[in-house]
């Protein structure tokens, strides 16, 4: 006689079941990974899109891990994170969510790691834009995954090694050679590819036909351009150990200056040199014992309404500080509101321009729509630093090197000076909805506030004028283009088309010094101007 065991018992049940035959269990195929963007991405967000457009989604745990059953999927995956309470991640009328994307080609057995994070984001841009979408959102949108040839997957991954692998290696990350920040572990605990993850900034651009978010923006600590790294001149790889030191010292600081500014004031690649802006040299003004660090945060191409929208302002909350100050520099794409300009009139319209007050100081901006008024856009940030008990103040814009025609100052014995040029003239037949000067209504906005402000527009405009021999040494104009070959097929910038508003070095120097020297003048920023040179 056979005794039964109680461990044979669903063996035998089972064979019981299976005598009118069984069916094979399929493996079950999971996708597990971690989102993060130094620091894990709490509760975010989770959708899956195959090659046949099932769409399976999930959330995240407040450590940013996730875990979902792919069985029924069909690779080629794309992996879209974004946070909890926010889900736009294309349009620019709204702030943008944090939004990242993955890409992934196969599935196994059993656990795929997937991990979602601004390096995967920046893959997925790469082989987006190689294969023609504007950007990692629309790639990942697609009724389908796209498959992406091999070729295309190698050069993206090449590109990654070149811009942070040498910040990966240095931060204990393994690179071997089929290295992918999708597929390779990690946790979001500020070690390995976390570590990197901390030092950077992560946002995507401005597509200027659609205004939808565009191609992946990476920028270290001090808001370089990184990677592609391809000559002395281009971005930088990042420097980890340079990076992680810029940090510590903003942490570190008493006091923070940040910079909520437009390409007069950004910092730049060094492919673009000698174009540099004030805010890149600005902190060259403290004393060398202020306890001081500026955050330049500053976007080329960004309007008081898309620096908040896109991304960029968000960027620096995270070092804000009660007691730091906060410098609002903004206006000259706010200007971008001719709906009738061919190329991108409707798309700036919508998401950069904002309307200046009128002559009596009265906010102007279409039915309905309050977030257009200029005044309104720069109170946004008035409001959000004195929330966080920083202190705001205004700048007008720095001036373009041109007078009453629009046409370059003191060229061919034409002796016109340099005027303000920050102001619209044209009627809604021309396509400007409303007509108004915005360096008045950045004056207005202060004194509606109640928060300082220095004119830097009447200051360049005096600098301007003082400069009519020499203004090309400030303004960028290039005339060595063997010394700074990106000019050699530029459209602006040379002695053939001087750029009339961005500098060159020694231009971004004088700015920077008119600067400090408004802080001097201005009563309400003593404490700040007592540690300037």
């Known amino acids: 006689m056979h005794l039964l065991t109680r461990a044979s018992l669903p063996i035998i049940v089972l064979a019981v079941l299976c005598l009118g035959g069984c069916a094979s269990v399929p493996p079950v195929k999971r996708l597990n990974g971690v989102v993060a963007a130094g620091g894990p991405l709490a509760q975010a967000h989770i959708s899956v899109r195959d090659s046949k457009g099932t769409v399976a989604s999930t959330r995240a745990d407040i450590l940013g891990r996730y875990q979902l059953d792919a069985s029924t999927l069909t690779p080629p995956l794309v992996v879209v994170a974004s946070e909890a309470d926010n889900r736009n991640c294309r349009t620019n009328q709204t702030p943008r969510a944090v939004c990242m994307v993955a890409w992934r080609a196969t599935l196994e057995d059993g656990d795929n790691t997937t991990n979602v994070n601004p390096l995967t984001d920046w893959l997925a841009s790469e082989m987006a834009t190689t294969l023609q979408f504007i950007g990692p959102q629309q790639f990942a949108e697609t009724p389908q995954a796209p498959v992406v040839p091999a070729s295309v997957q190698a050069r993206a991954l090449q590109q990654l090694r070149s811009g942070f692998g040498a910040a990966l290696a240095y931060s204990g990350v393994v690179l071997t050679a089929g290295f992918d920040p999708v597929t390779t572990p990690m946790r979001a605990d500020g070690r390995g590819v976390d570590a990197v993850l901390t030092v950077l900034n992560h946002t995507r651009g401005y597509d200027n036909n659609s205004g939808e978010a565009s ?24 420097q980890m150990e340079r990076a992680e030191r810029e940090r510590a010292a903003i942490l570190a600081a008493r006091v923070r200056l940040f910079i909520v500014g437009d390409s007069t004031a950004a910092t730049y690649e060094r492919e673009r040199l000698p ?54 520099a903004l206006g000259h794409n706010d200007q971008n509101c001719n709906s009738l300009r061919p190329a991108r009139g409707a798309a700036d319209v919508t998401n950069l321009c904002s309307y200046p007050n009128d002559a009596q100081g009265r906010r102007q901006f279409p039915a309905r729509q309050p977030q257009m008024s200029f005044q309104t856009a720069l109170e946004v940030y008035i409001n959000d630093a004195r929330a966080r008990g920083a202190i705001p103040f205004l700048m007008t814009p720095t001036t373009r090197y041109l007078n009453a025609d629009r046409r370059v100052a003191h060229v061919s014995g034409d002796t016109r000076p340099v005027v303000s040029q920050h102001r ?88 920077a010094a008119l600067v400090a020297q408004g802080i001097k003048e201005t009563l309400q920023l003593q404490a700040l101007a007592q540690q300037l040179k």
């Open 215 to 238: 191609a992946t923006v990476i920028t270290d600590t001090a808001w370089r351009p990184i990677a592609h790294p391809f000559g002395e001149r281009a971005n930088e790889p990042l």
């Open 424 to 511: 619209t003239h044209q009627h809604a037949g021309g396509g400007y909805a409303f007509t108004g000067d915005y360096s008045q209504t950045i004056r207005d906005t202060a004194r509606a506030n109640g928060v300082p402000l220095i004119d830097l527009e009447a200051k360049t405009i005096a600098f301007a004028n003082a400069h009519a021999h020499d203004w090309q040494d400030y303004w960028l104009v290039v005339s060595d283009t063997v010394k700074f070959p990106w000019y050699a097929t530029q459209t602006a910038g040379t002695r053939a088309s001087p750029d009339t508003t961005h500098f060159q070095e020694r231009g971004a120097r004088a700015m």
């Open 275 to 328: 174009r540099m802006g004030w805010g890149q040299v600005f902190e060259e003004q403290f004393k060398d014992t202020a306890d001081v660090k500026v955050v330049n945060g500053a976007r080329a191409g960004r309007s008081s309404r898309d620096f908040y929208n896109g991304g960029w302002y968000r960027q620096m909350l995270r070092y804000l500080r009660p007691g730091d100050y906060v410098v609002i």
